[in-house]
């Protein structure tokens, strides 16, 4: 793909997974589920897209402005850990989870999830200078059961819809056709 390409699609999916994460905070999640801190993750179906089409680097950038915007736009500093910390850990996983060839998206996903949550809880440990938050991660690991399940689902109806319409994607090629 050539770098005009790459870069519009990019800040497209971007752009994208910021405004999944904005109309996320809308949804009244805590009415179902009452615990602090938990929301569907609909930002991650843009990481799960780019991981199995544009591949890992690019992936990454996406993964990290959509965290530092995020954060400059509405969080600031200390969500800017949480969201860095988990993302950067629950990509770390999927790419590893990825090549393990019994597994599929939604393994890949529900890895992603668990990573995510594993990764707030190092990052709420390290900001809050206290070993208690760990106490919280068996919960947010159950919740990351169906949140996980739920990005595999929607990630793999995506994947699957955008490989029979006009768009072809090479996979681990790097490139949109």
Same mark, same amino acid.
Request: include cysteine; glycine fraction near 10%; hydrophobic fraction near 55%.
């Given at each position: 793909m050539a770098r005009t390409k790459q870069v519009? +699609? *990019?800040a497209m999916l971007t752009a994208l997974a910021l405004a999944l994460s904005y109309m996320e905070r809308l949804i009244p999640l805590q009415l179902l589920i009452p615990l602090p801190g938990i929301k569907l993750g609909l930002a991650n179906l843009?990481?799960?897209f780019a991981l199995y089409t544009l591949g890992t680097r690019q992936?990454?950038?996406? %993964?990290?402005?959509r965290c530092t915007l995020g954060a400059a736009f $509405?969080? *600031?500093?200390?969500?800017? &850990?949480f969201s860095i910390t988990g993302g950067?850990?629950? %990509? /770390?996983?999927? /790419?590893? +989870?990825?090549r393990l060839p019994a597994l599929s998206i939604y393994g890949v996903c529900l890895g992603g999830a668990a990573c995510h949550? +594993?990764?707030?809880?190092?990052?709420?440990a390290l900001w809050l200078h206290t070993a208690y938050v760990w106490a919280y991660l068996?919960? +947010?690991?159950?919740v990351s059961l169906a949140t996980g399940a739920l990005t595999g689902? &929607? $990630?793999a109806r995506v994947l699957q819809i955008l490989s029979h319409g006009s768009w072809r994607f090479a996979k681990d090629s790097g490139s949109i056709r």
């Amino acid at each position: 793909m050539a770098r005009t390409k790459q870069v519009a +699609l *990019g800040a497209m999916l971007t752009a994208l997974a910021l405004a999944l994460s904005y109309m996320e905070r809308l949804i009244p999640l805590q009415l179902l589920i009452p615990l602090p801190g938990i929301k569907l993750g609909l930002a991650n179906l843009v990481t799960v897209f780019a991981l199995y089409t544009l591949g890992t680097r690019q992936t990454a950038a996406i %993964l990290l402005l959509r965290c530092t915007l995020g954060a400059a736009f $509405s969080s *600031g500093v200390s969500a800017w &850990l949480f969201s860095i910390t988990g993302g950067v850990l629950a %990509l /770390v996983a999927m /790419v590893i +989870l990825r090549r393990l060839p019994a597994l599929s998206i939604y393994g890949v996903c529900l890895g992603g999830a668990a990573c995510h949550n +594993l990764g707030q809880i190092l990052a709420a440990a390290l900001w809050l200078h206290t070993a208690y938050v760990w106490a919280y991660l068996p919960f +947010l690991l159950l919740v990351s059961l169906a949140t996980g399940a739920l990005t595999g689902f &929607l $990630s793999a109806r995506v994947l699957q819809i955008l490989s029979h319409g006009s768009w072809r994607f090479a996979k681990d090629s790097g490139s949109i056709r």
